[in-house]
DNA sequence: GCATATGTCTGACCTAAGTCAGATAAATCG
DNA sequence: CGATTTATCTGACTTAGGTCAGACATATGC
């Protein structure tokens, strides 16, 4: 190792923090400080309702307060007592706050953008920034119910058939598999699980129910950069309390033996090998799970 | 791709900037502004001339005047005129001053060591880290020159003694190799220069002067993360630079087919190639250059 | 219906951080 | 030598950001 990984990290910090800082600058070109830009993001964010904001920025209730104020003010935000609730308050964009908004998006974006243009290896680049954004927010990944249709589900899936397509010898198209229908994994029937770190989907699981006692597990896919963290075992247990809570009893699912680590998964956690249950003719491994 | 790339760097933004965030909290339980805290870094760090040390933390004359007034009076430091220039001060730290330093320091590689304790793949995060951090400072590497027994030369050289040895089919030996005295890589006859990233050696190259208006570039290292951004053509152009101060008309090299991108390099820069001009038992190439 | 809990707002504070115009003293140039 | 430049310090000021106690209105449990 060239350095010891204490300075390692310890560079990584600075270069990062400069980094950031350069972003913090460049928002208060727009003549507001940082705190009221923030809340303004927060709410083009569809974080509207106070307390919601509040707890995403980390505010003491009366400074948000103040800042609200301000922008209201200034005519970017209009407060609204809560439909349901009169006591919490909704804040929302005005025309005039949706322009802003979007100007504060365009410069992040921009900062973004020159980033990846000014490093010629910039995938490389990006992927090193996913492993690193999983790694630091790896107490923060999300398991969420989704439309196996919605677009956070159709990346995870898009990347799952590339993934078969590199990894089976067969190669993978998916219209010779049985492609399950998105009703089948959706409530009632079944459930599709996205994880999602920090709003990024990078993980998915599905599970297509048949109408009775007994359903698939499909699609179970963690992405590169969130390997190796017992992802693939949550997204499993969060499936089987579906499953339980859709009063499912037994679950099966197929795989191929070019997928070892899932093999090796499904093993540790209680799955039982059985016969071949459909004609499917990419699977080659059974398995069967009571929950 | 899972996500386009502006909402990938947003995400690692935020990431990053939730665990710096938490480094300087903790800094913060020393019960000293964070000012005074990275003022008194600053100075553990080497930065003890107060002008340097403004640059570095990028303060207003005045503030840091205050700061260091502040961490006088807490009995962490002291201040005396620059022995040959009595305008300028420098800052040292007391005895005091120096087990407060340690103990920011201890806070600092503590956060860096747990985040590597929990996460898994902790020799690829920082490898990804590494890259980051190289990206983000590009326009920071500095190339300095040093003397080549120095740790940071050592470590370069380390670095790629184990290169040559995974890429050239013989195995590399470096006793075998003409290793070059230190003297002749360093001022008089010659120069040894390292690129630095914020502190963090990322490669290397050596002017090994003979006496002669004759020298040899020996040496050209850039570490895996940096390379793709020019850094060995910088390198290059500073050896020449250096060749010239030292009034040295002619450069040789020797180099192997295996190093690809370093043929390249040199038969786009210049070199010539030209006759065995030693029998070290390596290299299979022998390019020359007029400076 | 009343007591209590919850969500937001207001006013009165405080601190860290930073700016800027001189003051001061030492170095340097002609 | 005197004039100018350079390095630092001091005092007066501003702003962003944040805390806290209580006010107020609405919801909820009994």
Redesign the pocket.
Known sequence: MLHDAVSRIRRFNRAVTAEVGALDTSFLGRG?????A?VLNGIGHGRG??????DY?????????????GLEEEGLVV?L??P????????ALTEAGRKEFVAYEALSNAQAASLVERFPRAEELLRAMDLVATALGRERIAIEECDPRAATAVSCLTAYYAELGRRLATGFDVALSRDPEAADMMRPRGAFLVALSDGMPIGCVGLKGKGGEVAEIKRLWVCPSARGLGLARRLMRAAEDAARDLAITTLQLDSNSALTEALQLYRRTGWVEIERFNDDPYPDFFFEKRV
């Open positions: 507001r400080p940082l705190g009221a923030r309702d106070v307390g919601a904001l509040r920025l980390g505010l003491d209730s009366g400074l948000l307060s103040r800042l609200l104020r407060t007592p809560h349901s609730d009169a006591r919490r308050r909704v804040a």
